[in-house]
């Protein structure tokens, strides 16, 4: 079955970078997108990011310039570089399948001095 398993979260300080992976199995990654979601407490699910299967990504205008979307397929991972981080980042970050519509479980990231 397909399973969509997110890492990397963690505590920083503001300016501070993370890198979050997404490992998927149970279907052919290299032929889909992939995207990066974000929920803050209180909030709606927001979009982030995301890439096609052929490498052309969008982004939100909030995180634009500071994130960074890439795929390897080889290894079936979805990545999100997140640099220059801003208390307003701190969210639970979900990779999703842009067109099977699998969710992961998603990766804690607090951005706090």
């Known amino acids: 079955q397909v399973q969509l398993v997110e890492s990397g979260g963690g505590l920083v300080q503001p300016g501070g970078s993370l890198r979050l992976s997404c490992a998927a199995s149970?279907?052919?990654?290299?032929?889909?997108?992939m995207s990066w979601y974000r929920q803050a407490p209180g909030k709606e699910r927001e979009f982030v990011a995301s890439?096609?299967?052929?490498?052309?990504?969008t982004y939100a205008d909030s995180v634009k310039g500071r994130f960074t979307i890439s795929r390897d397929n080889a290894k079936n991972t979805v990545y999100l570089q997140m640099n220059s981080l801003k208390p307003e980042d701190t969210a639970v970050y979900f990779c999703r399948t842009v067109t099977l519509g699998y969710w992961g479980q998603g990766t804690q990231v607090t951005v706090s001095s």
């Open positions: 149970g279907f052919t990654f290299s032929r889909y997108g």
């Open positions: 890439i096609t299967n052929g490498a052309y990504t």
